[in-house]
């Protein structure tokens, strides 16, 4: 068979139907937000001064909180300045492997995390943040310069903030999370925070307790301060985790440091709002307002307004069931397959939540593992399966035997789900359709690509063989059993390539398995949900191509620690890293074009579908920013900026498991 010309396989990509998104949010700049300043004088929770202050168990908040604290502008607050009480339900769908977040734990996703880790600097309610002014927010730095020659970063960090448990936040923090986390090859912290997250060759070094300086090998590479924001640069309790990390304590192995802290071990010092006070398995973790917390609103009053916050421990489709329900308070609806039923509810007048669709930024593809040099020690069969993905008439003969539109339509009918070539998500911003390129269903094409490469049926049983009498080609597709939606597109998927004589055998595995799994390259192929790379670009730049041996979710380093990139695999490495370098914002679209461009040429990713989300939050809670999107920069989680969040005294509900309590002694028991 004569290989059938690129140009006859691409085709007109087309638009995705016209969808009514949300209210947009009102565009201000990061100085409308937030400022830090000391102020004439601080206020909490009465019960606090007469439980805790009165009683000498606690300082006085003024002694609390930092010299000059940050600020919320009551101008940027939708309902402006709040009132204390009241919980905000959550329900999730993960579960906590435990507290020690940058040795590698997770706390179950659902914005625990978020909430725990405050990192130097915050990007989830950037989307609120004019296009022209668009960086980083200040958090734990409060302020950042660049050298003269833009190779040096000098930070300052707020100064005078305290973990939860009273103890100074300073360098020391950062620099244990920098030199024996993010640099220490037996650690992986979570949300890829690998050195190279940060650049090749770049260093890192406290100049006095509140001042750290960065020297890159780029000149200016401001990207990197987004890499700075949640997941990968939030640092720890080091006062808690040193004494356990191996470098400090020969007697512990890698392994005992990341468990050191059990979901069990309570009250682990945070600089976040709230602290866990309680965890019973399987059905709810409950956490207490921060004493030390080192925000406050115009007026002084030390946040946040909510005493407490739940995370009932039940699976991620509960989650929007009970947020409609009004039994949970929040919900980033997500799963496709449950939005005709939650927009039916929410519309009814007696409905407890607002349900609040935003942008297409809801997408999955099918990721191959690309790495041919031993990542994930695959054995013969998944290293043939290997040498096929990384075969451009294999993966375009994969990508034609998709039927897009169906797969959207099996989740849910109506105008959300759009066909996803894979690449940048249509209608964000770096996004260019002329760049797109575009392989329509084309079953008969897909057969005859196979047999072009060999792929043909030798022993008739309706399954293709390997090259000269191989065995059958079976393939194992990765996903994640907490979602219906990765299941049930990963179904999709192995259904439509029956037709094709390809075998593809379900791999579903639990989030956290599939997590690892996924982690270690143990997979041929993954259906899995992107991440906030391809809505915004500039958050998790690093993972848009291998430009480490740990940053690609699906290519990363061999035996020998290399990445065996193929040709246009190194044109994209080149791309990115240029991206990264650049402070033209011209020069940076017209990067992404070519990215763009090359990775939808080259079916990197097999794209499947993609569709917006919607923000489903119980009507009591006040200063919900408007247009807040489900996922963009962030999860709304950060987005909504919970720690401004309120209930106004007469809509309050009697929700607080643990009433005027705050958190007790790190591994106490729990609320005191
Ligand atoms: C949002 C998010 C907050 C992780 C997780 C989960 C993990 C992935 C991803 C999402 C959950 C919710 O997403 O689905 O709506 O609440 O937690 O962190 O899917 O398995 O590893 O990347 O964020």
Redo the contacts with the bound molecule.
């Keep these: 068979m004569l290989a059938i010309p690129a140009q006859e396989l691409t085709g007109e990509l087309p638009d995705p139907p016209e969808f009514a998104a949300l209210s947009e949010p009102t565009f201000v700049s990061i100085s409308d937000i937030l400022e830090y300043k000391a102020l004439p004088e601080y206020h909490e929770p009465d019960w606090v001064t007469s439980k805790y202050v009165d009683a000498g168990t606690l300082p006085p908040v003024a002694e609390r909180l930092p010299k000059e604290p940050m600020v919320y502008k009551t101008g940027n607050m939708p309902e402006g300045i709040g009132v204390y009480g009241d919980t905000m339900r959550h329900v999730?769908?993960?579960r906590p492997e435990g507290w020690n977040y940058i040795g590698g734990q997770?706390q179950g996703?659902?914005?625990i995390?978020?909430g725990l880790s405050e990192c130097l600097t915050r990007t989830g309610p950037l989307f609120e943040v004019k296009a022209d002014e668009l960086e980083p927010m200040p958090n734990l730095a409060k302020s950042w310069e660049w050298s003269e020659d833009g190779h040096e970063l000098t930070m300052h960090l707020i100064e005078g903030a305290k973990w939860s448990d009273g103890d100074a936040f300073d360098a020391d923090d950062v620099m244990f999370f920098w030199n024996d986390n993010v640099n220490d090859p037996n650690v992986t912290p979570l949300n890829n925070a690998t050195p190279e997250t940060f650049g090749v060759g770049t260093t890192l070094e406290a100049l006095d307790p509140y001042t750290i300086k960065w020297t890159f090998k780029d000149v200016r590479p401001t990207q990197y301060l987004y890499a700075m924001a949640y997941g990968s640069f939030c640092p720890g309790p080091s006062h808690i985790l040193k004494p356990e990390h191996p470098k400090y304590k020969p007697s512990n192995t890698y392994e005992q440091y990341k468990n050191a802290f059990p979901p069990e071990y309570m009250n682990i010092p945070v600089m976040g709002a709230w602290v866990p006070v309680e965890y019973r398995p399987d059905d709810i973790i409950v956490m207490r307002r921060n004493p030390y917390y080192w925000k406050v609103d115009e007026n002084g009053n030390q946040l946040p307004y909510l005493n407490e916050m739940h995370y009932r421990l039940s699976t991620?489709a509960d989650r929007d069931v009970q947020a409609v329900a009004g039994s949970g308070d929040f919900s980033?609806l997500?799963q496709a397959e449950s939005y005709v039923e939650a927009l039916r509810r929410s519309a009814e007048d007696s409905a407890p939540a607002r349900l609040q669709f935003g942008a297409r930024t809801i997408g999955y593809a099918l990721e191959m593992n690309l790495s041919a040099n031993g990542w994930g020690e695959p054995d013969e069969r998944a290293q043939r399966v290997r040498e096929l993905n990384r075969n451009l008439d294999f993966r375009k003969a994969i990508s034609i035997a998709v039927d897009r539109q169906r797969l959207g339509e099996s989740l849910v009918r109506g105008p959300f789900t759009a066909i996803y070539p894979g690449g940048l998500y249509a209608g964000t911003a770096y996004y260019d359709k002329a760049s797109t390129v575009y392989y329509p269903y084309n079953i008969e094409a897909a057969g005859a690509l196979l047999d072009g490469i060999g792929l043909v049926d030798t022993d008739g049983n309706g399954i293709r063989n390997f090259p000269d009498g191989g065995p059958d080609v079976e393939i194992t597709v990765l996903a994640?059993t907490?979602?219906g939606t990765d299941t049930n597109l990963a179904e999709g998927v192995i259904a439509q390539m029956e037709p094709l004589g390809i075998r593809v055998i379900a791999n579903f595995q639990s989030?956290t398995a599939?997590?690892d799994m996924q982690q270690a390259g143990q997979f041929d192929w993954h259906v899995r949900?992107q991440?906030s790379e391809m809505v915004s670009v500039v958050q998790g730049t690093a993972q848009l191509a291998p430009t480490g041996p740990r940053t690609s979710f699906f290519h990363r380093g061999g035996t020998d620690g290399t990445v065996d990139v193929l040709p246009f695999e190194q044109e994209l490495v080149d791309i990115v890293n240029k991206f990264i370098s650049s402070s033209d914002n011209a020069e940076r679209a017209e990067l992404m074009k070519q990215y763009q461009h090359i990775y939808t040429e080259n079916i990197y990713t097999v794209g499947l579908t993609q569709y917006p989300g919607a923000l489903i939050i119980n009507k009591r809670f006040a200063n919900i920013p408007a247009g807040a999107p489900?996922?963009m920069f962030n999860?709304a989680?950060d987005n909504i900026i919970r720690e401004r969040v309120f209930v106004p005294e007469d809509k309050q509900g009697d929700f607080e498991l643990h009433p005027e309590t705050l958190p007790g002694k790190p591994g106490g028991a729990g609320p005191v």
């Design positions: 999730i769908g993960g997770s996703w659902g914005g995390d978020i991620w980033n997500e994640n907490d979602y989030g599939r997590d949900r991440g489900i996922f999860w989680e």
